[in-house]
């Protein structure tokens, strides 16, 4: 597989500095432009504030990027000819010449590939709602299962069924960990309902459960839930009307497979007058702040 990668990724990678990998797929299909483009520059603005090269990864007419130039960035964010890539993907994406945007598997597969060890998402997929009937799990558990890297997320998507996404991950062995929570959180909410997370109090603390766990063999990844900051959550109560509301227009509308998550989040972020995507922008951020402590804590 060949990669470009950015000249201060480069540098990091060879000096053994901090680097945050970040994906391109909640930038091209989670959010709308120009909203998108701002947010990505914001976490990748914060990364160099902080000290973290940032490596955003993409796929552009079927070669492979970890960490974009400003212009690369700008054309992820609006051109429509960019499609979401999984793991799955990520050879007919090369093969065929795609210009891609990485979900959180093929991100965890490149980032891994050239060394990365930390990368900070929105939210994870999962188990959708009505999986016993469609089948439809994220290829995002399936790579956390395989993939030994730390993935900082606000919980996995509130679209999705969460008690049942928690049993699957149990079931693939990826070890959880609540940031300052024993509850799991839900995405837009800070309260699932769930409990019994391990919860960790420190960015050394997940440093070195990682590190426990490379040393122990376990090739599996580490995922830390981070909940969305209080002043910008929307309340359980609140988006799990809206939630079902866009589920069964999904339904209706006969969405499924890969378009069903962009679908959703932008039905939600219609039906709640965008307070949803400022909620993602939020929590997103939120992680990358958390990725970037980790990503020292490792380096
Ligand atoms: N987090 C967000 N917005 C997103 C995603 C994550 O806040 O759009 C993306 C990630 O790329 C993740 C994907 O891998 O949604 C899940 O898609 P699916 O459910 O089809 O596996
Ligand atoms: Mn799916």
């Given at each position: ?53 940032p ?80 089948f ?38 990826i ?65 799990e ?14 969405i ?36 970037i ?7």
């Amino acid at each position: 597989m060949k990669i470009h990668t950015s000249r201060d990724v480069q540098l990091a990678l060879k000096a053994g500095h901090p680097i945050l990998a970040l994906e391109s797929t909640i930038i091209a299909h989670g959010m709308p432009f120009p909203d998108n483009l701002k947010f990505a520059q914001r976490g990748e603005a914060l990364c160099r504030e902080r000290g973290v090269t940032p490596a955003t990864v993409a796929i552009i007419n079927g070669e492979i990027y970890v960490g974009l130039e400003e212009n690369l960035l700008k054309f992820i964010a609006e051109d429509d000819s960019v499609r979401k890539t999984s793991r799955r993907e990520l050879g007919i994406a090369i093969a065929e010449k795609w210009h891609g945007a990485t979900t959180v598997s093929s991100t965890m597969h490149i980032a891994h590939q050239v060394g990365i060890s930390v990368f900070a998402t929105g939210g994870i997929g999962g188990v959708h709602r009505g999986a016993e009937y469609s089948f439809d799990v994220s290829q995002d558990l399936s790579a956390l299962a395989e993939i030994p890297m730390v993935v900082v997320s606000a919980g996995a998507k509130a679209i999705l069924d969460l008690p049942q996404t928690i049993e699957m991950m149990e079931t693939l062995g990826i070890s959880i960990l609540g940031y300052k929570t024993g509850e799991f959180p839900a995405f837009y909410s800070r309260e699932s309902g769930i409990l019994g997370i391990h919860s960790v109090g420190s960015d050394h603390e997940i440093a070195n459960i990682y590190k426990a766990n490379i040393s122990s063999g376990i090739s599996s990844a580490v995922l830390v839930a981070n909940p969305v900051p209080e002043k910008n959550e929307i309340p359980i109560q609140e988006i799990e009307s809206i939630i079902n509301a866009s589920c069964k227009a999904a339904v209706t509308q006969n969405i499924k497979g890969k378009d069903l998550t962009p679908f959703l989040l932008k039905d939600i972020l219609g039906k709640t007058s965008g307070r949803s995507l400022e909620t993602n922008r939020a929590l997103a951020i939120n992680n990358i702040k958390l990725g970037i402590s980790v990503a020292k804590e490792l380096a």
